[in-house]
């Protein structure tokens, strides 16, 4: 049974930076694509950064751009996002997501229904 395992969120002021871990237990996640999702309260769940097996692809919203880093450690089984520039907007619960397998072009990334395995989540709140 695949587990996901997100921490790093917490409270921080606008502008300010954190780090969120997604850890896997049970199957390995080097031959999965990963992403990151996230829901403020009242929204649906939007797709944030993606990444392929190798770390080689990744892929944003637009809203992150420039801010975000997605990456991913396969010999730890973990992937991860670096936020920067944080803002008001970003207050959202962020979910680790794993595909069952590789996805065949970029647009796949985007879409939550090719995700397989879901975190529980983690808080991320920017004051401004």
């Known amino acids: 049974q695949e587990q996901l395992v997100e921490s790093g969120g917490g409270l921080v002021q606008a502008g300010g930076s954190l780090r969120l871990s997604c850890a896997a237990s049970?199957?390995?996640?080097?031959?999965?694509?990963m992403g990151w999702f996230r829901q403020a309260p009242g929204e649906e769940v939007e797709f944030v950064a993606g990444?392929?097996?190798?770390?080689?692809?990744?892929y944003y919203a637009d809203s992150v751009k420039g801010r975000f880093t997605i990456s991913r450690d396969n010999a730890k089984n973990a992937v991860y996002l670096q936020m920067n520039a944080l803002k008001a907007s970003d207050t959202a619960v962020y979910y680790c997501?794993?595909?069952?397998?590789?996805?065949?072009?970029?647009?796949?990334?985007?879409?939550?229904?090719?995700?397989?395995?879901w975190g529980q989540g983690t808080q991320v709140t920017v004051s401004s």
């Open positions: 997501a794993a595909s069952l397998g590789l996805l065949p072009s970029a647009s796949y990334y985007f879409d939550r229904d090719q995700y397989e395995y």
């Open positions: 049970g199957r390995t996640l080097s031959s999965r694509a």
């Open positions: 990444i392929n097996w190798s770390g080689l692809s990744t």
